[in-house]
């Protein structure tokens, strides 16, 4: 939206003629058009070790999403990019 910024100026007096401290004002509009930026996401950059047959394991507990511009993302997606064994991995997440 737009925004107004005000100068003054002073001259303070300095040529001593007794009519007292002259200044001027300026006002200018600014306009300004936010960005949609993208939403973040931080990992932890440890590697994660897992041995078969040993139960879940949580991927990333220090995970985190944030996006600036909206505190209410509307959603996410989450999948096994590589490697991925239909009988037996699983992924699930809260």
């Known amino acids: 939206g737009e925004r107004a910024i005000g100068f003054?100026?002073?001259d303070g007096n300095s040529d001593d003629l007794g009519d007292g401290a002259l200044?001027?004002?300026a006002t200018r509009t600014v306009e300004v058009s936010g960005v949609n930026d993208a939403p973040e996401?931080?990992?932890t950059e440890s590697v994660l070790t897992y041995i078969e047959g040993t139960g879940a394991l949580a991927i990333d507990p220090g995970l985190a999403l944030s996006d600036i511009d909206d505190e209410y993302m509307t959603g996410a997606t989450v999948e096994i990019t590589g490697g991925f064994e239909s009988a037996e991995d699983e992924l699930a997440f809260t």
């Open 41 to 43: 996401v931080s990992v």
């Open 23 to 25: 200044s001027a004002t």
């Open 8 to 10: 003054t100026v002073t």
